[in-house]
């Protein structure tokens, strides 16, 4: 594929992509009227999110192993048909089963994009561009999950929350557009899968989700029982789901550690931010939401600029300065707590910048260093350890917002919530640390170009 061929494939990507991030975080604002409506429990209405989330991410690992063995273009158009269908089935839902099996549905195509973020970069942008265009897929990904509960709180208001599913219908407008411009692959034969090994690994991931969510043991142990039962099947299936080659490359290896530390330094980022706004300045959510949106408009504004860096200077490069950055805003969130609100905004620049570069610069490395058969489960296997990552370190942090020990921490403010705060982002300092060593101590590679060796980025 020739330069403007690459940038329409990663433009028509990032049209489909909205939909799927829309599609979870606009619901979040409408649970109670959806209660309301059909009269069941906040609980129960929280299914329709919280039900989305881990088939959501086991999807997207599955669409990772399936695009190592089927075109990309043909598994992009099945999803979107799908994710159509269930969107007009939750739009036209008479009772509370229905709306869930339409989200169910829904769920089986969203899960295919994430998966897609990553996969249509690796698979078609030559190495020297890809960062750039790695970039702009998360930018894209990061504006979109920034302005869902705002779309989704006005379409909620001012319409109806059934109107969402409207929203969701649209993806099926870039149907014809993906068929006609997407590259027609050869040489896949639709081979066979490891069914036995995709459901061990799927419900042993669930069940760690799950014993997150609902703080309970016995789920975690389940799924402790299933990963080793998935490991050992490994061993002795023909085709593993998961090739034990992967996690033999050094580089990878270290990759999915590096990605849970920034995924988790986000995440902390995320939640911690707004609750330290309102216990600290007694803010209400709309002014929180005001003082949170600069840093995260920042993070995706510039994520096509980190892709270039990283294109230009070396993914090595963007990632020690990711780091460098995401640990100057956690010391500079936690110096500031307590001062000018606004000044918490400058901060939050500096630590979302940091981390929209880490994610950027190591996709980019990540799929340099896959052979071209395991792309696909490559990159699917590290955006769900990202994705479970999140959900159990974010309620660590929320959890350890109610510990008074971190205030010891604190040596600017010794007492109170604000010292707790202060306390807990000086603790976070410590992940940014972690990547820097594990760069630092990751050589980097040797590769021919032609007669010539020369040492990767």
């Not at 909620?156 to 969402?164: K, P």
């Not at 590290?382 to 370190?393: A, E, I, P």
């Not at 600017?412 to 202060?422: D, E, K, S, T």
Request: aromatic share 10%; hydrophobic share 55%.
């Amino acid at each position: 594929m020739d330069a403007h061929s690459e940038k329409t494939v990663i433009r028509l990507l990032c049209c489909a992509l909205p939909f799927s991030v829309l599609n979870i975080t606009m619901f979040n604002v409408a649970l109670p009227e959806i209660a309301g409506e059909f009269r069941v429990s906040p609980s129960a209405a929280a299914w329709v999110v919280t039900g989305f989330a881990p088939l959501y991410s086991v999807g997207s690992l599955l669409y990772g192993k399936l695009a190592d063995i089927y075109p990309v273009r043909r598994l992009l158009m099945a999803a979107i048909a799908i994710f159509g269908c269930g969107s007009l089935l939750g739009l036209f839902a008479f009772n509370f089963p229905m709306l869930l099996a339409g989200r169910f549905v829904q769920t089986v195509g969203a899960s295919c994009f994430p998966a897609m973020a990553m996969q249509v970069p690796s698979r078609f942008v030559k190495e020297e561009r890809r960062g750039q265009a790695l970039g702009v897929v998360s930018a894209t990904l990061a504006v979109a999950g920034g302005f869902g509960p705002i779309l989704g709180g006005w379409i909620a208001e001012w319409f109806h929350w059934r109107s969402l599913f409207l929203i969701s219908i649209g993806v099926v407008l870039t149907l014809p557009f993906i068929h006609r411009h997407f590259p027609r692959e050869t040489g896949k034969n639709g081979g066979g899968i490891d069914l036995a090994g995709a459901g061990l690994f799927g419900l042993s991931a669930i069940l760690f989700m799950l014993s997150v969510t609902q703080a309970d043991a016995r789920l975690a142990a389940a799924g402790f029982a299933l990963l080793a039962a998935f490991l050992f099947q490994q061993r002795k299936a023909a085709q593993p789901f998961v090739p034990p080659a992967l996690f033999r490359n050094r580089r990878y290896s270290k990759g999915l550690i590096m990605g849970s530390l920034s995924s988790s330094t986000n995440i902390s980022v995320t939640l911690l931010t707004p609750l330290a706004l309102h216990h600290v300045y007694g803010f209400h959510s709309g002014l929180i939401g005001l003082i949170m949106f600069p840093g995260a408009m920042s993070a995706a504004l510039l994520g096509k600029f980190g892709g270039k860096l990283a294109d230009r200077k070396g993914s090595r490069f963007v990632m020690a300065l990711a780091a460098a950055l995401t640990a100057a805003g956690l010391l500079a969130l936690s110096a500031s707590l307590g001062a000018w609100p606004w000044l918490l905004a400058a901060c939050l620049i500096l630590a979302n910048c940091g981390s929209n570069f880490m994610q950027t610069a190591l996709a980019k490395r990540i799929s340099v260093g896959l052979a071209p058969e395991h792309v696909g489960i490559g990159m699917g296997v590290f955006g769900l350890t990202n994705f479970l990552t999140v959900g159990m370190f974010g309620t660590v942090v929320t959890k350890a917002a109610e510990w008074p020990a971190f205030a010891a921490l604190n040596p600017i403010h010794p007492h109170g919530q604000l010292a707790v705060f202060g306390g807990i982002y000086l603790a976070l300092c410590v992940l940014p640390l972690c990547t820097a060593g594990l760069i630092w101590g990751d050589r980097p590679a040797k590769k021919t170009l032609g007669n010539k060796e020369v040492m990767e980025r």
